[in-house]
């Protein structure tokens, strides 16, 4: 990837391999839990960020990265993105004490946390 600089501005116009490996990095995953939290193979994670343009066959993936980019841009009108990483690593309350990072990992997380942070400062 040859720009791997944090851009939360235009996340959602990028290329979909752009938004999965911008995503990843920014909530700290590596690429198998990444695609643990999507219910995808590593490879496939792997693939979309080498075929940059690539979209996913599940309509489900593609809603759960839609989610997470309109998470990650609602932080970035709050937070630079080193902060936005350390966000994701302490407690909330609002998300029952857990871990961004950790909540995500639960089943509908995802949708849930985007549905709390999709109206931030839009």
Known sequence: MKNTAF???????????????????LFGFNKTEFAEILGVN?????????ELNETPSSSGNRQAIDTLVTIAESLGDLFEPDMIKVWV?????????????????????????GHLLGNLGR
């Open 89 to 113: 690593e302490r407690p909330n309350p609002a998300l029952q004490g857990e871990r961004p990072k950790d909540f995500v990992k639960k089943p509908g997380g995802i949708f849930l946390m």
């Open 42 to 50: 590593t490879k496939t994670i792997q693939r979309w960020e080498d």
């Open 7 to 25: 851009n939360l501005e235009n996340l959602s116009e990028l290329p979909f391999g752009c938004q999965v490996n911008t995503l990843r990095k």
